[in-house]
């Protein structure tokens, strides 16, 4: 029996919160270990604890709780495991940015008191993502809440760590890397965004050594770096320059000698030709550097101020070396010329700080006895990216892949668990979270290495370690591998690769069979959305105004996989107006049952439908056919991972064919006097409803939970209630109804384009040929939905004469004759058709004025000219329509 009388409106603000609370309450979320079923399970990639979630946040958790409440429903012990990450480098740039407001430094603070702070701030804002991640409706098991800091997460790390130094895949060298002078640390690769920048392009030229008249031209964008050249190279085939290979030229400024050398990576078209070679300072130079034996230099200290190898400029800004430099290499006339040029510059991902290539001593993970089972994982399919293309950039980062730094110069984060000896210099890496004496020589002399860990190594333990590893749990046995690791395209090869490899080496199998990709969110115009351009969605303001299950519904049904989407609050809302169309209609299911219905009274019915289909009607059929096919489809397209899809092609069948076609019809009957008919109609309402709520409960948890709790229904909660299987569908009667209502919206066109007041019941005379006795049943069906007078319809097989001064409708190769004089006042219609004529014949006449205009289509904006040759079409059309229209009525 239905629980209570379902209020007018539905209120998300009311409803969202209490619901989730009851089912967390009720321990929907905690997945039942049963060794004869198989599980699914997500590891929720963790948000950074760096502040509130944004509407990346809001996709992600959309899209995974989808799997998650779909899975549940199909019967599996469901895991989704969620979990926050400190974010080294991130954490500690935003807690450093938070002190500075109360006049404190970090290294003012000390290593230990600053750490307090930042522990203060995770504990703040992990409850804040917590609560955030709960407004949008993840169904997480939040009794096994994961934080990358955790005492069980720190024992992972460690042990990972050992173990891979153990099997020498990880190693400390000095290595050319990318620094970051305000954050103070290495970043690897990944970590460093390149922005297209406009630049100069310096030339200067190095005086030969054995010449007071011959110069060789370099050119650099960054001039303050050649106080670290060590040569000068140009290509082995470059005629230019052949004959000067071998000889040494002066370095400006400090007047070192260098050689000039050969090497095939110069290309002879850039600058002059000739390039300074910096080992210390450029990626490309420090290979040319080890494949010549050059020197390294470097030239900056931790802050990009220059050190005592840059001679006059040391202990100056790397940006004030570089005007000084430049005004002495003009006053010496070594300053050719300096020309615009463009070109990609590096920054650091966290604080936009340029960053700076230099020679430092670092951890390293050898990476290519990880990549390679990695690679074959992908290729052997045990392993699958959706969508698919992201396989091939998958293997083109993987074959290309370098060591990775995993050294950071930070206090927030893990620890490298690597200890010295002040007296024997032993190094010790251990698994234990402190080291009581030297491994070697027993001294009590020791300290930890004072970096800490690549926020992305912890991060690429997540899907086993937040599950025990490296104990053997009972989580780790039942949940291990996981299933399915969805995450956003731009964090690939950061996390997704990284957890593969990782997961691979440590456990001996994949970490989940499916990699699901999504694209970025984007403005309604496709631009990137930022602060600054005043285009950001904040996805807890939309919540508030419009209810998670609207902002849900519309990041899933407006995407695709692995492509960016565009969002726009106008979507937003109009997911909010679906969900107000589901509860309305509800209340109109409910309210037409009649008193004592249960759900024994739908499932009795439907028993004896399924026995004996000849009960029920044309549209009976038809919406029982159309509700089979859509769970089909929906069904269908989630396991293939066509999300959006799936949600649009329910919200169809939703609005546009149960809401807006079977409830209309279904008041025939309902208003009738068959009680019989009556109540089987309200029987089908309620299946197919109900049905209906359980494929929208993934893409929208609350409104159908709430919806279904006023329902008679068997069960405690939607959340948990069997995902429906389709049933039969019925080709015929879906070819039948289709005709019927081909027809209604025929004659609801022609009642729109006259203008018919919609109370008015119109005249209408149908010669159906061989579909006569189909169409005069649906009499009753055509008469209410196409407002016809039930004494003015005509249904015949062949008309011996057509109507005059009739709209003639072609609908299904059968037509449809509906007399004016019934649709209009002619009189008046002509006038109004003639005034409208002559108005449009003006915005014609000025439309190609201005597209006849040279000066306005050559200046104009290329969208501004094609909006007016688009209006321009668009009158012409209608003129043409409106005219027809007026010598139909002569």
């Known amino acids: 029996m239905a629980t209570r009388e379902m209020p007018k409106t539905y209120n998300p603000t009311a409803v969202e919160q209490r619901l989730y609370k009851w089912w967390e309450e009720s321990g929907y979320f905690i997945p039942e270990i049963d060794t004869n079923r198989e599980p699914f399970v997500i590891s929720m990639p963790p948000p950074n604890v760096t502040g509130v979630l944004h509407v990346g946040h809001a996709i992600t958790a959309s899209v995974q709780d989808l799997m998650i409440r779909y899975h549940r429903m199909k019967g599996a012990p469901t895991l989704w495991l969620p979990g926050e990450d400190h974010a080294s480098i991130a954490a500690q740039y935003v807690v450093e940015k938070e002190i500075a407001k109360e006049g404190l430094t970090r290294e003012g603070l000390g290593r230990e008191k600053f750490l307090e702070r930042v522990w203060d701030w995770m504990h703040r804002y992990r409850h804040v993502i917590a609560m955030q991640h709960r407004r949008l409706g993840t169904s997480c098991d939040w009794t096994r809440d994961r934080f990358t800091m955790d005492e069980g997460m720190a024992r992972a790390v460690r042990e990972a760590f050992v173990r891979l130094f153990k099997e020498g895949l990880i190693y400390r060298g000095s290595y050319l890397i990318n ?63 052949k004959a000067w290979v071998g000889r040494m030229a002066i370095l400006p400024a400090l007047h070192r000698p260098i050689p000039i050398i050969a090497d095939e990576t110069v290309a002879p078209e850039f600058g002059t030709g000739a390039v300074k070679v910096t080992p210390g300072h450029d990626p490309t130079d420090y290979e040319i550097g080890q494949r010549h034996k050059l020197p390294t230099i470097n030239i900056m200290n931790d802050d990009a101020t220059l050190n005592d190898e840059a001679g006059p400029y040391a202990g100056q800004d790397r940006y004030e070396a570089r005007r000084n430099l430049l005004a002495d290499l003009e006053k010496e006339g070594l300053l050719v010329k300096v020309e615009p040029y463009s070109h990609a510059l590096g920054h650091c ?37 959706v969508p698919q293309r992201f396989t091939k950039v998958y293997f083109n980062w993987m074959e290309n892949i370098r060591d990775w730094c995993i050294s950071r110069q930070l206090w927030w984060g893990h620890r490298i668990p690597v200890w010295y000896c002040d007296d024997c210099g032993y190094m ?77 080496r440590m456990t001996d199998e994949v970490p989940f069979h ?53 969002l726009s609050l106008q979507k937003v809302e109009a997911a909010r107006n679906f969900g107000n169309k ?51 489809h929906v069904t269908r397209l989630i396991d293939q991972y066509q999300f ?81 299987e389709p049933g039969p569908t019925d080709e015929a009667a879906e070819a039948e109804m289709g005709l019927i209502m081909e027809m209604v919206r025929a004659i609801r066109n022609a009642r729109a384009e006259y203008e018919v007041e919609p109370s008015r019941a119109i005249t209408a005379t149908i010669a159906a040929g061989k579909k006569r006795d189909l169409v005069a049943s649906q009499a009753d069906i055509l008469v209410r939905l196409a407002r016809i007078d039930p004494a003015e319809l005509r249904i ?63 200046k104009a904006p290329a969208e501004v000219v094609d909006k007016e040759r688009t209006k321009l079409g668009g009158y012409r059309q209608r003129y043409t329509r409106l005219e027809e229209r007026l010598e139909s009525l002569e």
């Open 428 to 504: 010790s890496p251990s698994a234990e979270e402190t080291l009581a004496a030297c491994e070697k020589c027993g001294s009590h002399n020791i300290h930890q290495d004072p970096d800490v860990l690549d926020t992305w190594f912890s991060s690429g333990l997540w899907p086993f370690s937040t599950l025990g590893w490296p104990e053997d749990t009972e989580d780790l046995r039942y949940f291990y591998p996981t299933d399915v690791m969805e995450t956003a395209y731009d964090i690939l090869f950061f996390w997704v690769a990284r957890m593969i490899m990782l997961g691979m």
């Open 644 to 724: 959006g899809e799936a949600g649009r092609q329910l919200y169809e069948f939703l609005w546009g064919e149960f809401c807006d076609w079977y409830i209309e019809m279904a008041k025939v009957p309902l208003q009738g006097d068959d009680r019989t008919t009556a109540q089987r109609t309200q029987a089908i309402l309620m299946y197919v409803l109900e049905r209906a709520l359980r494929l929208l409960h993934p893409f929208m948890p609350f409104v159908p939970e709430e919806t279904w709790q006023h329902l008679p229904h068997e069960g405690k909660a939607l959340i948990v209630a069997p995902w429906p």
């Open 349 to 385: 991902q966290r604080c936009r700080t340029v960053v700076e290539p230099r020679v430092s001593t670092q951890w390293f993970v050898k990476i290519k006895p990880l990549a390679d089972p990695a690679m074959a994982a992908a290729r052997d399919g045990r392993i699958r990216f």
């Open 582 to 632: 589901l509860w309305n209609a509800a209340r109109f299911v409910v309210g037409n049952l009649d008193e004592g219905y249960s759900a024994r009274d739908t499932a009795s019915a439907a028993a004896r439908w399924k026995e004996d289909p000849t009960v029920l009607s044309l549209q009976d059929r038809w919406i029982l056919s159309r509700h089979n096919r859509v769970i089909e």
């Open 179 to 241: 620094w970051c002078p305000r954050c103070s640390t290495a970043l690897s690769g990944l970590e460093v965004e390149h922005d297209e920048e406009e630049s100069k392009l310096y030339h200067v030229r190095y005086r030969l050594q054995d010449s007071r008249d011959q110069y060789i031209t370099v050119a650099t964008t960054r001039p303050e770096t050649i106080l670290g050249d060590t040569a000068v190279a140009v290509h082995p085939d470059d005629e230019r320059y």
């Open 514 to 566: 499916t990699v699901y990709l999504h694209g970025l969110i984007r403005d309604e115009h496709g631009q990137k959305m930022s602060k600054s351009k005043g285009n950001v969605v904040d996805p807890l303001e939309a919540i508030d105004e419009y209810g998670a299950d609207a902002l849900r519904f519309a990041l899933l049904t407006g995407s695709t996989p692995g492509n960016d989407m565009k």
């Open 796 to 858: 015949e097989e062949a008309l011996a004469e057509k109507p005059t001064k009739a709209l003639a409708l072609v609908v299904g190769g059968y037509e449809v004759f509906l007399p004016l004089a019934g649709l209009v006042d002619t009189d008046r219609e002509r006038a109004r058709l003639a005034a409208e004529l002559e108005k449009l014949q003006k915005e014609i006449a000025r439309a190609e004025k201005l597209l006849a205009n040279q000066s306005f289509v050559s």
